[in-house]
């Protein structure tokens, strides 16, 4: 009888052991990103490019246009809206001025959006900046000075503050 009681151990040790089950080969999982629309500057730096009305006689009087050269580039995820503003620049009192680099001498100068003149750009006034590619855009900044015939020679200058915003 003594050689039964090992076989019924044996037995009910080997009923209390896990089965093998079938091993789960596939599960699935959740990829997912988020795209913020935005825009890039191209290129990168502090320099937004150069609004340059040449060389002029003193006792010119002449209307002299120009448009922003050398600017950046910007990139927007299409539909964005872009707005830009300008400030009055180091030498704003009442208006923006180029100042005679080597004096106090000043001459007025006017901002606009357009090739045309007729869309003034007022001192940090926000604008939308149209555009037909979103992967060229240029910032559309013209200016025109009215020389006054009367001032000193040398070099006039101002710089501009440009935000950015979308």
């Known amino acids: 009888m003594a050689g039964h009681g090992c076989v019924l151990v044996l037995l009910a040790c080997a009923g209390s052991l896990p089965l093998p089950l079938a091993a789960v080969t596939s599960a699935s999982f959740q990829v997912s990103a988020s ?73 007025a100068y006017q901002l606009f959006s357009d090739a045309g003149l007729s869309q003034s750009l007022g001192i940090s006034q926000s604008i939308s900046v149209a555009y037909s590619n979103a992967n060229n855009i240029s910032l559309p900044i013209y200016g025109r000075v009215v020389l006054p015939g009367n001032q000193p020679a040398g070099t006039y200058s101002d710089v501009l503050q440009v935000q950015l915003s979308w």
Request: hydrophobic share 30%.
């Open 35 to 107: 795209i913020v629309a935005g825009c890039l500057v191209v290129g990168g730096g502090s320099n937004y490019g150069n609004l340059n009305y040449g060389s002029y006689s003193a006792l010119s009087t002449s209307t002299v246009s120009t448009a922003l050269t050398s600017g950046v580039q910007l990139q927007c995820t299409p539909g964005v809206t872009l707005n830009m503003s300008v400030d009055g620049g180091q030498n704003n009192s009442s208006g923006r001025h180029l100042k005679l680099n080597s004096g106090s001498a000043q001459v």
